[in-house]
C-alpha cells in the first residue's frame, strides 16, 4: 500500500520513473548449520555481480538485504514476510533447499513480488503449480540426477546401487536416475537425515556386485560418504557417480578422496566462457575460495535482475512488463547457454562433471562431456502459464 | 541377506556403539554423580573435533594434535565448570537445561565463526593408514579398529579406575548417595570438578578419535547427545557397565536395524512401500528400544542409583 | 524429578498484578495490527502470530512442566500432529475449521492417551527422554509421509473454511482468531490450575506418596492434564497451518521441543504468565537480535546462561523481585 503511495505521489509530483531511486532485493538463504556453506557461496555470488555492476542493477542504485532462514520453516516464512512487507523488496532472491523455498513461496508470490530461486528448483512449483511471479536460475531439482543417470546408460554400467537421505529430495534425486538409464538397479537404500557413519552401507554396496553407485548426499554427509567410501578401498572396483555430493563446497574437505569421481551439473569452474573465467577470477581474489554451483547461479539471478531492471527502465510498478522482461532472459549466463522454459524454469546444457586437482592444488569439478543440449523439465507441459 | 553381510554390519555396530560409548561414559558420569543434566555435553565432543583439526593444522600430526586436544578440552570443561555448571549444582534439572542450552547455542556458533560453516576433515595419523581386507574389493581402515581399541581401553580404564581406586569408589558412592558422601566430609566440590573435567575430556577425545571417520562441522554433537542420551537412560544413569552395554546394544540395533528393516519389510511388501517405511522404522528403533526399556524397567538395564 | 522438591516453587501469588500484566500484554498484542498499519506491516503481525501461537503451546507445556511436574521432551509432536491433521484435510477438500478442529484435537488426544499411558510409568529424566521417545516416532511418521510432501512439508493451497465464511482467509481474521485462542488458552489453564483438579496436579508433583494415600490416582490425574496439553498444542497447530499455509514434520522436531522447554523455564514456570512471557521474549529477542547480526547466538546463548545463574525462577521471578524491591 505504501508502494502504491509512493508511485502514485512520484507520478503526481511528475518525477516519473527517475524517483524509482533503488531497487531493493531481498534475500533469503541458509547461513545457520552444517549448509551454511551453501548459503554463504550464493551470497557471494551475488554481491560479486553487484561489485561488477557497481553497485546497481539496471543503472539504479541498488540496495541488498541478506537474511538467514536458519534451515526452519518458520524462520524462513517470517524473514519472506519481512522482506515482502516492511523491506518492500522489489525482488527475493532466494531459497537454497527446497522445503524453505515452499515455507516462503506463497507469501512472496502472493504479494506480487518477483521471487528469484538461485538454487531450489522443486517439481512442486515447476508443474501445475507454476507461478508467474517465481523464476528459477539454477535447474528442475532432478535435472543433474537425469544427467547422471543418461551418463550411466551412455558408459554402459550394469549395475548401479543408489543411495540417498530419506527425504523427498533424495527420492526425486532416485527417481531423475532411473528417468534415461536402463540397467539394472541392484538396490536403493535410504539413510537418515545428517547421517554419519556409512560403513554399513558401503559394506551393502560391497557385497551388491554393482559396478557402480550413484549418491546424492549434500554437504556434510556426502564428505564423510565420499572419504569412507575411499577408505573401504571400494572406489577401485565400484565407479563412484553422485550430485550435490562432490562440489565445491564440500570438496575442500574431500579433496583427493574424491579423485576421479563423477558428477552432472550445468556449470563447473573451469567452464570455457570468457564471463565464467572472469568471474571465477574475481570470485577467488575476493573471497579466497572456488565458486560452486550456488554462486555462479546467484551471480546469474543478479545478472537476471539487473537486464530486467535496465529492461523497464526502472519502472519495477508494471509488473507484466518487468515478467516479460525477466522471461526474455537478457543477460550472459556464466554457464553458457540459457533461457527460460515456459514454467520458469531454466533450458540450458548439461555436462558430466568429474573431480580433480586442479594446478594450484585445490580440488574442483571439471567439465567434461555435454551430456544434454538445451535441456528443459518434463514438468513445463502441465504448467498453464 | 548373506552372513558374511550380517557379520560386516555387527562388526560395524560394535564400532558405532564403542563411539557412542566414549560420549555416553562422561555424561553418565556427570548425570549420576553429580545429577547435573549437561547438554552441553555434545558440545564438548564438537570441540575435541574442533581441536583436533585445529591441532592438526599446527603441527601437521594426529598424535600431537591428540596429545594437544586432551588437555585443552579438560581445561575448556573446567572452564565451563568454574564459570557456569557450579553454580547450578543445586538447582532444579530445568535451570541446568536452560544454562547448558545456552552453551550450546554460544559455542555452535563460535565454531561457525572461527572455522567456518563448511565440513572440515582431519586425516587418519599415517602409521594407521592401511587396511584389512573384509572380503574381496572391501577393505576395513586401520584406523576404525583403532576406535575400537581405544574405546574397548577408555572402558577397561575407566572400570579400573571406578572399582579400584579412591576416588572410583567416592563417584560410586556418590552415584548411589550423595548427601552421604557429603555428610562424610569428602570434598564433594572437588569430586564434582574432576568428574565434570574428566567427564569433558572424554566426550573431547570421543571427538578426536571421531574426526578422522566423520567430518568436522559445527552442531556436530546435537544429534549425538540426544542418543547419547537415550544409551544412558537404556544403561541406568550413574553406571558405567549400564553405558557400555547399552552403546554397544544401541549401536547394533542402529545399524543392523537399517539393513534388516527395509529388507525384511519387502518380504510382505512391495519395493517402494518398503523403501518408503522402512528407513522411517529403522530411525525409530532406538526410541522404540528406549521407550520399552522404559516401560520394564523404569531406572534402566543397570540402575545405579536405587530410586532417582 | 528429583529436582521437583527443590524447584523454584511458584512464587507467592499475585493474581491481581498478574492479571494486570496479562491484561497489558493481551492489549498491547490486539494493538500489533493497528501499528502495523504504520510501521512493520504484514511482517510484525505475522511476526506477533508466531509468537501467539508459540505461547499458546508454552501455557500447556506449562500446565505439564510447572504444574504436574512432567518435564515433555517431545511436546511439539502434538503440534505437528494437529498442524497434519489440518494440512492433510485441507488437501484432502475438507474446508470446514469445525471439522478439522475435532478431529485434529482428536487425533493429538489418542496418541496423548496411547503414548502417556506409557509415559506415566516414569518420572524424573526417564519421563523427559521417553516423551523425546515418543515425539521423535512421531517426527519420523510424519516425514514419511511421501503423498504429503514427505520431509520437505506440505504446502496448503486453501484456507479453512470458518462456518462457510472466509474469516480465516484474510491476515485480520487469522490475527483475532490467534489471539482470541491465546487468551482463551491462558484463562482455560488458569481455570484448570486453580481448580481441585490443578492442586491436585500440583501436591502430586511435591509428593505423589502421599497423594495417593489420600485417595487420588495420580496416574489419571496425570494422564488427563497430558491430554488437555496436548490437545491445546494441537489447536495451536491448526492455527499454525493456517497461519503459515505450510506445515513440515520440523515442526515436531526434538529441537523444536526443546526450544518449548526453554521458553517456559525462561518465562518461569508454574506462574501465571511465565510462559506466555517466556514464548513471547523468546521469539522478539530472536528477532531483535538477529536483526543486530547473523551470529546473534553468540549474544543469544550466554544471556539464557546469564538468566538461568541469576533470575530464579525466570523473567516473571526476575519482574517480582524488581517489584518486590520497590514496594
Not at chain 1, 536402463?182 to 537404500?189: H, K, L, P, R, S
Not at chain 3, 488426544?109 to 521417553?130: D, K, N, Q
Not at chain 3, 518461569?268 to 531483535?288: D, K, P, Q
Request: overall charge negative; aromatic content about 10%.
Amino acid at each position: 500500500m505504501n508502494k502504491f503511495a509512493m508511485t502514485l505521489a512520484a507520478g503526481l509530483l511528475g518525477l516519473g520513473t527517475a524517483a524509482m531511486a533503488e531497487v531493493k532485493v531481498g534475500m533469503i538463504v541458509t547461513l545457520s548449520g552444517p549448509p551454511a556453506a551453501l548459503g554463504q557461496q550464493a551470497v557471494d555470488g551475488f554481491k560479486l555481480a553487484m561489485d561488477d555492476l557497481d553497485g546497481k542493477l539496471g543503472g539504479h542504485d541498488a540496495t541488498l538485504i541478506v537474511e538467514d532462514d536458519e534451515l526452519k520453516p518458520e524462520v524462513a516464512l517470517s524473514k519472506a514476510n519481512s522482506l515482502v512487507e516492511s523491506a518492500e523488496a522489489d525482488f527475493v532472491v532466494g531459497t537454497i533447499f527446497s522445503n524453505m523455498l515452499q515455507a516462503v513461496f506463497r507469501p512472496v508470490t502472493e504479494s506480487e513480488t518477483f521471487l528469484i530461486s538461485p538454487n531450489a528448483g522443486p517439481s512442486t512449483f515447476a508443474g501445475r503449480n507454476c507461478n508467474p511471479y517465481f523464476f528459477v536460475t539454477s535447474y528442475q531439482n532432478n535435472q543433474n540426477a537425469e544427467v547422471m543417470g543418461a551418463h550411466a546408460q551412455a558408459a554402459g554400467y550394469k549395475k548401479v546401487f543408489m543411495i540417498a537421505p530419506n527425504y523427498q529430495a533424495g527420492r526425486d534425486n532416485m527417481e531423475g536416475f532411473r528417468m534415461h538409464y536402463e540397467g539394472e538397479i541392484v538396490d536403493e537404500v535410504y539413510v537418515p537425515l545428517g547421517h554419519q557413519d556409512y560403513s554399513a552401507e558401503i559394506a551393502r554396496i560391497a557385497t551388491s556386485d554393482a559396478d557402480a553407485v550413484f549418491a546424492f548426499t549434500p554437504g556434510g554427509m556426502g564428505v564423510r560418504f565420499v572419504r569412507q567410501f575411499r577408505d573401504s578401498g571400494l572406489a577401485d572396483k565400484v565407479q563412484f557417480m553422485s550430485v550435490f555430493t562432490t562440489d565445491e563446497t564440500t570438496l575442500p574437505a574431500q579433496k583427493e578422496a574424491a579423485e576421479g569421481f563423477l558428477a552432472a551439473g550445468n556449470w563447473a569452474p573451469d567452464t570455457a566462457t570468457d564471463a565464467s573465467k572472469a568471474f571465477v577470477a574475481a570470485f577467488e581474489a575476493k573471497y579466497g575460495y572456488v565458486p560452486g554451483g550456488y554462486a555462479m547461479q546467484a551471480y546469474d539471478a543478479a545478472m537476471l535482475i539487473n537486464s530486467a531492471v535496465e529492461a523497464v527502465g526502472g519502472d519495477l510498478s508494471d509488473k507484466d512488463a518487468v515478467r516479460a522482461a525477466l522471461e526474455a532472459a537478457d543477460f550472459t549466463s556464466l554457464r553458457g547457454d540459457f533461457s527460460f522454459n515456459t514454467n520458469h524454469y531454466p533450458v540450458q546444457d548439461f555436462y558430466q562433471l568429474s573431480v580433480a586437482e586442479r594446478e594450484d592444488g585445490a580440488w574442483v569439478t571439471s567439465v567434461g562431456e555435454k551430456i544434454f543440449d538445451d535441456y528443459g523439465d518434463s514438468f513445463a507441459e502441465e504448467c498453464s502459464m | 541377506m548373506s552372513t558374511t553381510l550380517i557379520l560386516i554390519q555387527i562388526l560395524n555396530g560394535l564400532q558405532l556403539g564403542v563411539i557412542l560409548f566414549l560420549i555416553a561414559a562422561g555424561l553418565t558420569l556427570v548425570f549420576g554423580v553429580m545429577g547435573f543434566i549437561n547438554l552441553a555435553h555434545g558440545v564438548q565432543y564438537m570441540v575435541g573435533a574442533y581441536l583436533a583439526y585445529w591441532g592438526y593444522g599446527v603441527t601437521g600430526s594426529f598424535v600431537l594434535a591428540l596429545l594437544m586436544a586432551l588437555p585443552l578440552a579438560l581445561l575448556m570443561g573446567l572452564v565451563l565448570e568454574f564459570l557456569v555448571f557450579r553454580h547450578l549444582y543445586d538447582r532444579d534439572h530445568l535451570s541446568q537445561v536452560l544454562a547448558t542450552f545456552g552453551v550450546i547455542l554460544f559455542l555452535n556458533q563460535l565454531a561457525k565463526v572461527i572455522f567456518g560453516p563448511a565440513s572440515l576433515s582431519v586425516p587418519p595419523p599415517e602409521f594407521l593408514d592401511f587396511s584389512f581386507t573384509l572380503i574381496d574389493g572391501l577393505l576395513y581402515p586401520a584406523y576404525r579398529i583403532a576406535v575400537i581399541v581405544a574405546g574397548l581401553l577408555v572402558a577397561l580404564i575407566l572400570w579400573l579406575v571406578i572399582t579400584r581406586t579412591r576416588v572410583g569408589m567416592l563417584i560410586r558412592a556418590g552415584a548411589t548417595n550423595p548427601d552421604m558422601v557429603s555428610a562424610l566430609g569428602v570434598n564433594v566440590r572437588q569430586l564434582f570438578l574432576i568428574v565434570f573435567g574428566f567427564g569433558a575430556m572424554l566426550a573431547g577425545f570421543a571427538g578426536v578419535m571421531a574426526a578422522p571417520i566423520f567430518s568436522v562441522e559445527p552442531g556436530m554433537g546435537d544429534n549425538l547427545l540426544i542418543v547419547a542420551f537415550v544409551v544412558i537412560i537404556i544403561g541406568g544413569a550413574g553406571s558405567i557397565r549400564g553405558a557400555f552395554v547399552a552403546a554397544l546394544l544401541v549401536g547394533l540395533v542402529d545399524t543392523l536395524g537399517r539393513t534388516l528393516v527395509t529388507d525384511g519389510l519387502r518380504l510382505v511388501m512391495d519395493a517402494s512401500s518398503a523403501n518408503q517405511i522402512g528407513p522411517a522404522i529403522a530411525s525409530m528403533l532406538i526410541y522404540v528400544l528406549m521407550a520399552l526399556v522404559l516401560f520394564w524397567r523404569p531406572e534402566g538395564l543397570f540402575a545405579a542409583r536405587a530410586a532417582r | 524429578m528429583s529436582g521437583a522438591s527443590h524447584a523454584v516453587a511458584a512464587p507467592p501469588a499475585r493474581p491481581r498484578s498478574a492479571l494486570v500484566v496479562a491484561g497489558i500484554i493481551f492489549a498491547a498484542l490486539a494493538l500489533i495490527p493497528i501499528v502495523a498499519e504504520f510501521a512493520g506491516g504484514a511482517y510484525l503481525t505475522s511476526l506477533a502470530v508466531r509468537a501467539m501461537i508459540l505461547a499458546i503451546v508454552a501455557i500447556s507445556l506449562d500446565l505439564l512442566m510447572g504444574h504436574g511436574g512432567l518435564v515433555s521432551f517431545g511436546h511439539s509432536a502434538f503440534v505437528a500432529i494437529g498442524a497434519y491433521a489440518a494440512g492433510i484435510m485441507l488437501t484432502e477438500g475438507v474446508y470446514e475449521i469445525t471439522l478439522i478442529l475435532p478431529v485434529a484435537m482428536g487425533a493429538a488426544a489418542l496418541f496423548a492417551l496411547a503414548s502417556g499411558a506409557v509415559c506415566m510409568r516414569t518420572s524424573g529424566v526417564s519421563f523427559i527422554m521417553i516423551t523425546l521417545a515418543f515425539g521423535q516416532m512421531v517426527y519420523f511418521a510424519l516425514g514419511s509421509l511421501a503423498q504429503y510432501g514427505a520431509d520437505d512439508g506440505l504446502t496448503i493451497w486453501s484456507a479453512p473454511d470458518a462456518l462457510g465464511t472466509k474469516w480465516l482467509a484474510s491476515k485480520t481474521g487469522v490475527y483475532v482468531t490467534v489471539l482470541i485462542a491465546l487468551v482463551g488458552t491462558w484463562a482455560l489453564v488458569h481455570r484448570i490450575t486453580g481448580s481441585r483438579f490443578g492442586r491436585v496436579l500440583r501436591a502430586a508433583r511435591q509428593n505423589p506418596v502421599r497423594v495417593s494415600s489420600m485417595g487420588y490416582s495420580v496416574f489419571r490425574y496425570r494422564l488427563t492434564a497430558y491430554v488437555i496439553a496436548g490437545m491445546i498444542a494441537a489447536v495451536a497447530g491448526v492455527l499454525w497451518a493456517t497461519h503459515a499455509a505450510f506445515v513440515s514434520p520440523s515442526l515436531g522436531s526434538w529441537q523444536r521441543s526443546g526450544d518449548l522447554i526453554v521458553m517456559v523455564v525462561l518465562g518461569g514456570m508454574a506462574t501465571r504468565n511465565g510462559a506466555l512471557i517466556g514464548a513471547l521474549f523468546f521469539i522478539v529477542i530472536e528477532e531483535v537480535l538477529s536483526s543486530i547480526t547473523h551470529d546473534w547466538r553468540l549474544i543469544f546463548g550466554p544471556l539464557l546462561i546469564l538468566i538461568a545463574l541469576y533470575a530464579r525462577g525466570g523473567l516473571v521471578g526476575l519482574l517480582d523481585r524488581i517489584q518486590g524491591d520497590r514496594t
